[in-house]
Nanobody, 115 residues
């Protein structure tokens, strides 16, 4: 069964950087489109960035030019390099795929950006 383990979150000041990692297991990672999402309490989970199986990427307007999504199929890892972080990036970040995993989500990794 699918298992997603996110890591790399933390507390940084505005303008800082973090690199998130998601270790996937139980899926054929290489053929799946994957994505990073984030959620703040009281709001819906939102798509931050996605990457297709062939490596094409898409970013939300709020992170375009600051975040970079990538994948390492050999290690079944999804990565998110976050630069020039802003307080509004504060959220819990989750990896997943646009078509979902039947309602399953990992535990997420918390990112806190202070001004």
């Amino acid at each position: 069964q699918v298992r997603l383990v996110e890591s790399g979150g933390g507390s940084v000041q505005a303008g800082g950087s973090l690199r998130l990692s998601c270790a996937a297991s139980g899926i054929n990672f290489a053929i799946n489109h994957m994505a990073w999402y984030r959620q703040v309490p009281g709001k819906q989970r939102e798509l931050v960035a996605s990457i297709t199986s062939s490596g094409s990427t898409h970013y939300s307007d709020s992170v375009k030019g600051r975040f970079t999504i990538s994948r390492n199929n050999a290690y079944m890892r999804l990565l998110l390099q976050m630069n020039n972080l802003k307080p509004e990036d504060t959220a819990t970040y989750y990896c997943g795929r646009p078509s979902g995993f039947g309602g399953y989500w990992g535990q997420g990794t918390r990112v806190v950006v202070s001004s």
